[in-house]
């Protein structure tokens, strides 16, 4: 199955051109969608998960239409937003059966045995009496993958999910995910590289409401490959440096600058080649490099 997005236009009211001519074509597996905060992926998230619409374009998944049978796309839908809200009280094992009732499971002993497993695939199971509003964020996250998961859905959806989450949350979380995607399409949305490096073999890149790549991560590595060149800088001369040079990207290392530079030519100076890595190509990207 193909979730193919062609040409989609999005402008918010306060002139914000959210989605400008997007479009995707993305498989079964998972899908890394990078882009810094209002890149446009949170509007194509929501769009997807039918909870906006957009001024022109399509989307289909399968023989879905996605923009215009919104209640067929619901049925095999599950989206787990950057902002999961639960209630204060409730706990785990109940909010899910009652989503699993919204979701149109009836039959009560149908739905024990759907919460039973989902709890147990996200290791939430010794602590599904506990209120989920108590739980810590890596916890909350699970719970939200169990909740989108009820009714083995076609297409999930995570914005940002990882976020906030320590080094072992964020495992278990890569973890469940990867299961997932062995018979789903799951869109990542994210602007940490390190998400889509673990997880993903398909990627995208957005910027202002713009696809700037998409393909998979060998080929965005190969765009770079040989390209890219660093060097300790002081903090001083970093400023001569991004004007002299195409600079990538520039993070602390000691307490000193370590710039990436882009260069089909070999640069002497004391630079030396780097090991290209997404987070190169990411910045390239959006600093329209290559």
Known sequence: ???????????????????????LTISTGMFGLL??????????????????????????????DVLNDKEAVRKVLGYLPQEFGVYPRTSAIDLLDYLALLKGFENASDRKQIVEQLLLKVNLWEHRKKAVASY??????????????????????????????????????????????????????????????????????????????SGNTDEALAQIKGKVWEKKVSKLELPNYQKDYKVISNKLVGGQPLIHVFSESQLDNGFTKAEENLEDVFFAKLNELV
């Open 1 to 23: 199955m193909e979730l193919i997005i062609k040409n989609l236009e999005k402008k918010y009211a306060n002139g914000v051109h959210a989605l400008n001519n997007v479009s």
């Open 35 to 64: 882009g810094p905060n209002g890149a446009g992926k949170s509007s194509l998230m929501r769009t997807l998960a039918t909870l906006q619409d957009v001024d022109s374009g399509s989307v289909t998944l399968g023989e879905i």
């Open 136 to 213: 810590s964020g890596g916890m909350k996250q699970r719970f939200g993958i169990a909740q989108c998961l009820i009714g083995s859905p076609r297409l999930v959806i995570v914005d940002e999910p990882t976020a906030g989450l320590d080094p072992g949350e964020r495992n278990r979380f890569y973890n469940i995910l990867s299961e997932i995607g062995e018979n789903t399409i799951v869109i990542l949305s994210t602007h940490i590289v390190q998400d889509v490096r673990e997880l993903c073999t398909q990627m995208a890149v957005m910027d202002n409401g713009k696809v700037l790549f």
